[in-house]
């Protein structure tokens, strides 16, 4: 190979992992600010129990293989600190479902809309995790590559 013929692929190389670098940044930024959005939204909420009182099923069909499944989503009551009774339909679902009627959970709710309360499990946490993985391990190849391919340029 010339001289000409490599230097340009190391040059389309070095932009490959330049872009690889960038968009696993953005990841990562976007991961940051999600993870301190869920931070400060669960921070300004209150803690209490829920009870599981009900399940609503939906039937959900999946992009694979267009199969239909039915997901079963709880329904949890819970008392707010004014003694209002609050019910509300949990975010993730499962088949088998994931609790059984009667569980008790635990529960965060904004005071001004208890309406939208959230069990307070590891499932908030999946986004802002995933998004920091995901750009964590991309801005980490992006870097080592830029650095190796910059490395082999300057040789």
């Not at 991961?31 to 129990?49: H, K, R, W």
């Not at 600190?81 to 904004?110: A, L, Q």
């Not at 001004?112 to 190849?141: C, N, R």
Request: aromatic share 12%.
């Amino acid at each position: 190979m010339n001289a000409k013929a490599r230097s340009t692929n190391r040059i389309r190389d070095l932009l490959v992992r330049l872009v690889v670098l960038v968009i696993g940044s953005g990841f990562l930024f976007l991961g940051t600010y999600v993870y301190n959005s869920t931070q400060n939204q669960i921070a300004a909420m209150l803690p209490t129990e829920g009870r599981v009182v009900d399940f609503i099923a939906r039937t959900e069909t999946s992009d694979d293989d267009n199969e239909e499944e039915t997901i079963y989503y709880p329904v949890v009551e819970f008392r707010t600190f004014r003694g209002d009774v609050i019910r509300f339909e949990g975010r993730s679902g499962g088949n088998p479902p994931i609790h059984r009627i009667g569980d008790v959970v635990k529960v965060r709710y904004d005071p001004q809309t208890p309406q939208s309360a959230l069990i307070d499990s590891w499932e908030a946490w999946v986004v802002p995790y995933a998004f920091l993985g995901f750009g964590g391990f991309f801005t980490m190849l992006g870097a080592m590559g830029f650095i190796y391919t910059l490395a082999a340029m300057l040789k």
